[in-house]
């Protein structure tokens, strides 16, 4: 049984798929997953790119013709940017066929004793991870002692902020509504306004929110030091820009790019964070168990649920982790 997107939305779906002939593949009974924010984009047909329709799981290998790399009764994750031919991890199984280099980099192994509702977030901290490194390398050095900001407080921009945290930058955590801040405030995070932030004062301003609105793109230049970088996590499309910023921003986060330009007459550099490495994945898996992410989970549905919980956070603002137990 799997959850997958219809014409008409979200649908369970009972069949089992054929694999692509001649490819490797196995079948992943799924332990548990997380709705991310990008899945509802999908939902709505607001998505740009690839489908990565059910991509925050954790489970374990049932079947596989890898039986020696890829053994039965193996714990993973899924990276979805790595291209395979599979099905949604909203699912009891999973099946995935691909050449086995692929397959191998796209199911990091998880640690057997690393609690599910942990491990389902190794999929959000490996592109948190991956923000935190592009960072570094568009600095051309560690972000240490840096002031950094991250605008967006849902749970991307939150373990953003943790993991520049833990490389030792001067990090706040900014949000722009009061019951997301009060939401995190009360599971023991720091969040101010973003109306609060101070101009010209932090040396990066990550963008961490769904979309990287040009109203919240000027919000992040009008904090920076002149020379100050942006660095774009949140979603693009193509066209995306912002009046008076000579910048293709969509073009920049997806290719990791940076540009060095001017915004009201004031120096500065807008680049980009996309996609996740297995070195990501193995930095997850590892920093998962010192961060308290569990915090994060508001609530635990099954299957079945799935569907109606989609369509009611279109349209509510869902302010937690919903996570999925098949």
């Known amino acids: 049984m799997r959850v997958e997107l219809g014409p008409d939305g979200p649908c369970l779906r009972h069949d089992r798929p054929d694999p692509p002939a001649g490819e490797h593949r196995v079948s992943i009974r799924v332990e548990l997953a997380g709705l991310c924010r990008s899945d509802l984009k999908e939902v709505a047909r607001e998505r740009h790119g690839p489908s990565q329709f059910g991509h925050e799981l954790v489970g374990v290998i049932t079947e596989s013709t890898l039986p020696d790399r890829l053994p039965t009764g193996r714990r993973v994750a899924l990276d979805p940017n790595v291209r395979l031919a599979r099905t949604t991890g909203f699912a009891t199984e999973m099946y995935a066929a691909g050449p086995a280099d692929r397959l191998l980099t796209a199911l990091p192994r998880v640690p057997d004793l690393l609690p599910s509702r ?3 977030f190794a999929e ?5 991870g991956h923000c935190v490194a592009a960072l570094a390398g568009h600095l051309g050095t560690s972000p240490a002692g840096r002031r950094v900001v991250v605008l967006g407080a849902g749970a991307a921009g939150l373990l953003i902020a943790r993991l ?7 990090v706040t955590l900014a949000n722009r509504s009061a019951d997301r ?7 023991g995070f720091e969040v101010c306004a973003i109306a609060a932030l101070p101009a010209s004062t932090f040396d990066v301003a990550v963008i961490a929110t769904s979309f990287v609105r040009p109203d919240i793109l ?6 920076l030091v002149p020379s100050g970088l942006a660095l774009l996590y949140g979603g693009t499309a193509p066209g995306d820009e912002l009046s008076g910023l ?3 921003l969509d073009h920049v986060r997806r ?3 940076a540009v060095h330009t001017t915004w009201s007459g004031r120096p500065v550099t807008v680049a980009g964070s996309y996609g996740t490495t297995s070195a990501d994945f193995a930095t997850a898996l590892t920093t998962l168990p010192t961060l308290p992410v569990e915090r994060l989970i508001t609530d635990e549905i099954t299957l079945p649920e ?3 919980v989609l369509r009611e956070q279109l349209t509510g603002r869902p302010l937690g982790k919903t996570v999925i137990r098949p």
């Open 118 to 120: 942990q491990a389902v």
């Open 124 to 128: 959000p901290l490996a592109c948190a």
């Open 164 to 170: 520049a945290e833990l490389a030792d930058a001067d």
């Open 181 to 187: 801040a009060k939401f995190l405030r009360d599971r």
């Open 218 to 223: 000027a919000e992040a230049l009008h904090v």
């Open 246 to 248: 000579p910048v293709d």
């Open 255 to 257: 290719h990791e790019h």
């Open 306 to 308: 799935l569907p109606t």
